[in-house]
Every structure is written in structure tokens, then in C-alpha cells.
């Protein structure tokens, strides 16, 4: 029963092209009626302005060589027929008259007075000072005499005591000598707890004067403390004096020569 439904329900190839053509027909005598069809009355006419060329028409009543011909107006132009050439001529004559020159007068008086006058409008104020009142300046009758400050010896350490601290610094004076003292160099061997156990002087002088500055560095370096080391080492190290030298006042003043 499907089949045969299926079999009514579909159209042949030239059933198609009947319709189709039969459609066509139809629509064009549709077309050709609607073309006979008489209309509802005639299309009004629109009265519109219509422009006639004229031909060999003279061109020199037109004035074709003045330039101000079609920019001003002109007699010969639109403008001449519509009011120039039916204006009356009206007669007008400018009065030709000059006046007589007037000379200004110059004021001697007054030369320079605009530059002066603008001088003092650009003149910077004048700024009062206040009075000063001049410090009194006193000379002193005498000037004190500055007196150097003595000078003294030093103490440099050397070896393994060159980073360790000393927890008293000993005052060393300058010496009274004849002769110029050299360093005292004294080598020493210092304890964990900061204590010299041994003392040893390099390289002694030879002059008297010498062996008294170093028998008191030997003093000073046996009564030197150093601060504790973290370590239970013992540490070698050298205690330098550098000696600063006074010359000795003579006692005798010499005799005057006869």
C-alpha cells in the first residue's frame, strides 16, 4: 500500500514540463490584457519654458571686448535694457577744491621732553639703605706668643701585636739629649691573659745617652698589658719607641770677647 501511494504522489518529467509551459501561457495573456486595458483619461501637459537659439547673431552691439561686460553693469548688457538706459541723465560735476597746506608749528621749548619724560618712567626706584653702624676696631698693644706644644715620643706595635689593644698607653716625653736618639726596638712575648712574660731589645745603641732611652723602653715594655686573646697561644711581637729629641739649654752663657 506505501508503495503505491508513493507511486501516485510523484510526477513525471513531462507532466512537469506541461505545467510549467501551461503557467507561462497564462501569465503572458494576463500581460497582453492587461495591455489593452483603455486608460483612465489623458496625462496633464506641464507647461515648461522653452530657450530658441538665434542664429548669426552680431556680437559687436554686445560689447564682447570690455572685460567689466558681464561683472558690473553695463548699458549694453542685461542691466541697460532693465533701468540703465531708461535712467534720465543727471549732470554732476565734483567740486574740484584743495586746501591750503597747514603747517604745525615746532616748539623749541619741548624738544626731548617725551624722551625724558620716558626716561624717568623707566628709571628703576631708587632703594634706600639703612645706615651701618662701622664696628669699632681695637688693636691690642701687645700679641700673645703661642707657644708650640712639646713634642712627644711615639709608640708603634709590630709583629703579632699589630691588631692587639693595649689597655694603658704609656705618656712618652721627649728626651733631653745631645745627640739625636734613634729608635728603641724591644721584642716580647705576651700571654693569653694580655701579660709580657719576656722582653728582648734588637739592635741596642751605643752612645750613653742612647742605652738610658733604651734600658726605659725595656721598663715600659715590661709594664705593658694587653687585652685577653681568645686563643691560649702565646704571641711574639715588637714594641718600637720612636724617640722625639729636645737639645739641652746651655747652663754657662760664654764670655763676652774683649
Partial sequence: MTEALMQTGSWSRRRWRLSIALVMLLQAGLIYLLEKAPTAGPRPTMVVPRIHLREQVPLEPLAIGDPTLFVLPHPRGFSGEAWLNRAPGLAFQPADWTEPPRVLALAAARLGTQFEEFVKANTAPHLDTLATLEPLRLTPSSFPVATPPAPQSALRLGGGL??????????????????????????????????????????????????????????????????????????????????????????NEPADAP
Fill in 162 to 251: 699589630a691588631g692587639r689593644r693595649l689597655l694603658a698607653t704609656p705618656e712618652l716625653q721627649a728626651r733631653e739629649s745631645t745627640e739625636i736618639l734613634s729608635n728603641s726596638v724591644v721584642q716580647v712575648l705576651v700571654d693569653a691573659a694580655g701579660r709580657v712574660i719576656s722582653v728582648v731589645l734588637l739592635a741596642p745603641g751605643s752612645g750613653p745617652e742612647q742605652k738610658l732611652a733604651d734600658a726605659r723602653a725595656l721598663d715600659l715594655a715590661r709594664a705593658s698589658r694587653f687585652e685577653p686573646a681568645s686563643n691560649a697561644a702565646l704571641t711574639v711581637g715588637t714594641l718600637t719607641f720612636e724617640w722625639q729629641t729636645l737639645s739641652v739649654p746651655a747652663t
